[in-house]
């Protein structure tokens, strides 16, 4: 009976490469023929781009990883982009983010979550009646407005249900540009003053869902046909209807960015001092605070400043204001 044969590593087969092996290179190629597009819409991986007025589907090239290509985004692209039926291109680069709007989960969650990308305009849309209105939630948008380097401006729906200024005495403080929107017989008023502020600009609108953002996307975009809900008669909360963020151009110049209803607004990643620099009338005041002082406490130097007139007649006003946007930062309720 003849024996088992062993094998060894001699037994190993080798196909050799006639091209012979190429060490692995970190470096990616440049793509220097790649077009720049304008990304106007995400959808199960796919994403809309707009490449000199034609409208392109591309993917992301394996070579970008996880990184997030999101609505506002400017990208790189190759491969086919016609923009005709049935063809896909590549997006191998991102350009460079002037500006990222961000949110977490909740204010315990580390990871954050890029909503738009090179927008200079967040538009908070809320309702002053059905559903009521949220000021937390406005405070909240505000804080990540600032933090974005965003310039934040205050829509107020359905005026026709409740008056505005009670709502408005809130911001006034903090200089917050605003219109006030009703509905009419004639359609919406105050819609021109609205596109106004929109025209030539990145404008990303945010708001709880039934406050009427998708009903302003339709009549300053027409032929958007955002799908609008209805606000629920027992919880007094709006139905999900936008489920994606899409950029939409204004016929005049600008972009408007609708962008799905939210619920809650996590701050996690926004570092509390930079609201504090936010008030350069208030700022100086810390510096006689006690080490990790949270600025709404016994121990604050900034009641002393403010009682001292250094922030001028309205430094109470303010200083409530700063505290109202750090509770709000932080989680806690009012």
Same mark, same amino acid.
């Given at each position: 009976?003849?024996?088992?044969?062993?094998?060894?590593?001699?037994?190993?087969?080798?196909?050799?490469?006639?091209?012979?092996?190429?060490?692995?290179?970190?470096?990616?190629?440049?793509?220097?023929?790649?077009?720049?597009?304008?990304?106007?819409?995400? &959808?199960?991986?796919? #994403?809309?781009?707009? %490449? /000199?007025?034609?409208? @392109?589907? !591309?993917?992301? *090239?394996?070579?970008?990883?996880?990184?997030?290509?999101?609505?506002?985004?400017?990208?790189?692209?190759?491969?086919?982009?016609?923009?005709?039926?049935?063809?896909?291109?590549?997006?191998?680069?991102?350009?460079?983010?002037?500006?990222?709007?961000?949110?977490?989960?909740?204010?315990?969650?580390?990871?954050?979550?890029?909503?738009?990308?090179?927008?200079?305009?967040?538009?908070?849309?809320?309702?002053?009646? &059905?559903?009521?209105? #949220?000021?937390?939630? %406005? /405070?909240?948008?505000? @804080?990540? !407005?600032?933090? *974005?380097?965003?310039?934040?401006?205050?829509?107020?729906?359905?005026?026709?249900?409740?008056?505005?200024?009670?709502?408005?005495?809130?911001?006034?403080?903090?200089?917050?540009?605003?219109?006030?929107?009703?509905?009419?017989?004639?359609?919406?008023?105050?819609?021109?003053?609205?596109?106004?502020?929109?025209?030539?600009?990145?404008?990303?609108?945010?708001?709880?869902?039934?406050?009427?953002?998708?009903?302003?996307?339709?009549?300053?975009?027409?032929?958007?046909?955002?799908?609008?809900?209805?606000?629920?008669?027992?919880?007094?909360?709006?139905?999900?209807?936008?489920?994606?963020?899409?950029?939409?151009?204004?016929?005049?110049?600008?972009?408007?960015?609708?962008?799905?209803?939210?619920?809650?607004?996590?701050?996690?990643?926004?570092?509390?001092?930079?609201?504090?620099?936010?008030?350069?009338?208030?700022?100086?005041?810390?510096?006689?605070?006690?080490?990790?002082?949270?600025?709404?406490?016994?121990?604050?130097?900034?009641?002393?400043?403010?009682?001292?007139?250094?922030?001028?007649?309205?430094?109470?006003?303010?200083?409530?204001?700063?505290?109202?946007?750090?509770?709000?930062?932080?989680?806690?309720?009012?």
């Amino acid at each position: 009976m003849t024996s088992a044969r062993r094998y060894d590593e001699s037994d190993v087969r080798i196909r050799p490469n006639r091209k012979g092996s190429r060490p692995r290179t970190k470096e990616r190629p440049a793509h220097k023929d790649a077009v720049i597009g304008f990304v106007t819409g995400v &959808d199960r991986g796919r #994403r809309t781009v707009l %490449v /000199d007025g034609r409208t @392109v589907i !591309a993917m992301r *090239a394996r070579e970008l990883g996880r990184q997030s290509i999101v609505v506002g985004d400017r990208v790189a692209l190759v491969g086919d982009t016609s923009g005709a039926e049935g063809t896909l291109a590549r997006i191998v680069r991102i350009e460079e983010r002037s500006s990222v709007l961000r949110r977490t989960a909740d204010d315990t969650d580390p990871v954050e979550r890029v909503i738009v990308a090179n927008a200079d305009q967040l538009v908070i849309v809320t309702a002053l009646a &059905d559903p009521e209105p #949220r000021p937390r939630m %406005v /405070d909240r948008c505000l @804080v990540a !407005a600032y933090d *974005a380097g965003m310039d934040p401006l205050l829509v107020l729906t359905k005026a026709d249900l409740r008056p505005a200024e009670d709502f408005l005495s809130r911001y006034a403080p903090l200089d917050v540009p605003y219109v006030v929107t009703s509905v009419t017989q004639d359609g919406i008023a105050g819609l021109e003053e609205v596109h106004e502020q929109l025209v030539d600009r990145v404008s990303v609108l945010v708001g709880h869902s039934g406050v009427g953002k998708s009903t302003l996307v339709n009549a300053l975009v027409p032929g958007s046909e955002r799908a609008i809900g209805h606000v629920n008669a027992v919880t007094g909360r709006g139905r999900h209807t936008s489920t994606s963020a899409v950029a939409l151009a204004l016929k005049d110049g600008g972009w408007v960015v609708d962008t799905p209803g939210v619920r809650s607004f996590g701050l996690a990643h926004v570092d509390p001092t930079k609201i504090v620099k936010l008030f350069p009338d208030l700022e100086p005041g810390t510096a006689e605070c006690p080490r990790g002082c949270t600025h709404d406490e016994e121990e604050c130097a900034l009641d002393d400043w403010v009682a001292e007139g250094h922030a001028g007649p309205a430094g109470p006003s303010r200083l409530e204001s700063l505290r109202r946007l750090l509770r709000s930062r932080s989680g806690e309720s009012e």
